[in-house]
DNA sequence: TAACAGGGACGTA
DNA sequence: TACGTCCCTGTT
């Protein structure tokens, strides 16, 4: 166990900011995810925190997929005092983080994304890790489900995960699988490249469009200057920022704004 | 019951 | 650049 006293970091907020399926809440101060094949239980009341896992693997792998390191009280203090609106949003979502997930989960998370709803997106994951993730045990023995790789996804037919509930994205992730088998795509060359080289290379997947590159950009590659841009922070900037979002200021961490600004528009009253 | 929208992208014009 | 279409589910 591993307990910890951490500013900006609230796990009810980075669950819901819809970054990560794969992160959910047992119960009151508790949640659970799955990610690097493992699966991490946190209990979380007023700041303290209590990973339920040796304080290696807290160092090796959580610090880390947590971006505990990285201060981000910086950036917000760096936030134009007279925007009173981008204020009040990291206000609000100032326990967010941006997670350090893997690409290959990033990719087909947000291929599923499109046209699609954050209950179902979570569902359909669920499915496919559940039919061809393997299987693993807490050290309590229950049984969860890593995230498939691509050669496993990569063997089957377009339409085949239609039976995970994935509608008309099946043949996207399935050829994108074959992709990275392939070759065609090299996700390990794409993690050593730069923002814009990466989202152009990501761009040529079948099914991934500008606003899913992003999404895999700033969750996937942890590159902070990607700026998603959805329904919702389109509608979002069309009524605060008539001008165009101040991107110049804000240069290298636009990605942590827009995801305070997505939150705000999700669960901030109006 | 039917219609509609939901964190888009593709193909065609 | 614009528009119809793709699949499925929960909501109205």
């Not at 610090?63 to 390191?69: G, P, Q, R, T």
């Not at 509608?235 to 200021?249: D, I, V």
Request: with cysteine; glycine share 6%.
């Amino acid at each position: 166990m591993v307990k910890k006293q951490i500013e900006n970091f609230d796990l009810e907020q980075i669950c819901n900011s819809g970054q990560c399926f794969r992160m959910e809440k047992l119960e009151e101060n508790k949640y659970r995810v799955i990610a690097n094949d493992r699966c991490l239980d946190i209990y979380q009341k007023d700041g303290e925190c209590i990973f339920n896992c040796s304080l290696e693997e807290f160092a090796e792998i959580w610090e880390e997929y947590f971006d505990l390191k990285e201060d981000y009280k910086f950036y917000i203090d760096q936030i134009n005092p007279k925007d009173t609106y981008l204020l009040n949003a990291a206000g609000m979502g100032r326990g967010i983080r941006i997670l350090n997930q893997d690409l290959w989960e990033m990719i087909v998370s947000f291929l599923i994304s499109q046209q699609n709803n954050i209950v179902r997106i979570r569902r359909c994951i669920q499915n496919i890790c559940r039919e061809y993730g393997e299987e693993k045990k807490t050290a309590s023995g229950e049984s969860y489900y890593a995230f498939p790789k691509p050669d496993v996804l990569a063997c089957l037919e377009e339409d085949d995960l239609k039976a995970c509930n994935l509608g008309y994205r099946s043949k996207y992730v399935v050829r994108a699988a074959k992709a990275v088998v392939s070759g065609d795509i090299d996700l390990q060359a794409i993690e050593k490249m730069k923002y814009a080289e990466a989202k152009k290379e990501l761009l040529k997947i079948f099914g991934v469009g500008i606003k899913v590159a992003d999404c895999i950009c700033l969750f996937g590659l942890h590159h902070l200057e990607a700026f998603p841009v959805d329904t919702h922070i389109n509608q979002a900037l069309e009524k605060h920022y008539k001008r165009g979002f101040p991107k110049r200021r804000y240069k290298g961490f636009e990605g942590i704004l827009q995801q305070y600004i997505f939150y705000y528009e999700l669960f901030g009253e109006k």
